[in-house]
């Protein structure tokens, strides 16, 4: 678990043997239903790029705005994901042209993008939402991750 996306270095990923990062979008990279990615946040997708690692665009959202946000930051997406459904995110590795065992998924939702990388053998890494406005059903499941989330701090899964 890390704050917010650019926390994860480059290093670490690859330290971890990562070729590929299947990245949430909304709330993730960009506050729910917009297109706007932060400098910093599009610095680092451009890092990861340039440094070999294969990065996919997975969400739920299925809106203009998501392609608007692949387009910018120039990766393929897999929109109208349905996560945790696994076939999202074996559509995600299959863009990327890599192996759940050397692929991270990215997200900041412990029952959507955590699980559905983790029921495919992704690594996974759960970073704070970025806004506060959600879809509705993200709120229900917000409450539902709260203790758990909080366990894993405990245990330390903050800590790579």
């Known amino acids: 678990m890390v704050e917010r996306v650019?926390?994860?270095s480059r290093d670490l990923l690859t330290g971890w043997g990562a070729r590929g990062i299947a990245l949430d979008l909304d709330n993730t990279i960009v506050p729910w239903h917009t297109a706007d990615v932060r400098p910093a946040i599009a610095a680092w997708v451009a890092t990861l790029v340039r440094s070999g690692l294969r990065v996919c665009?997975?969400?739920?959202?299925?809106a203009q705005h998501a392609r608007d946000v692949a387009?910018?930051?120039n990766v393929p997406i897999v929109a109208g994901a349905l996560k945790p459904a696994p076939f999202a995110f074996r559509r995600a590795l299959e863009a990327m042209g890599t192996e759940a065992a050397r692929s991270v998924v990215v997200g900041d939702q412990l029952f959507t993008d955590v699980l559905g990388g983790k029921l495919v053998g992704?690594?996974?890494?759960?970073?704070?939402?970025i806004g506060a406005r959600e879809f509705p059903t993200t709120k229900i499941l917000r409450w539902?991750?709260?203790p758990l989330i909080s366990r894993l701090r405990k245990a330390g899964a903050a800590s790579h």
């Open 6 to 8: 650019e926390d994860i």
């Open 57 to 62: 665009l997975l969400t739920n959202n299925y």
């Open 71 to 73: 387009a910018a930051l």
């Open 122 to 129: 992704m690594r996974a890494v759960l970073v704070q939402p």
């Open 144 to 146: 539902l991750e709260r």
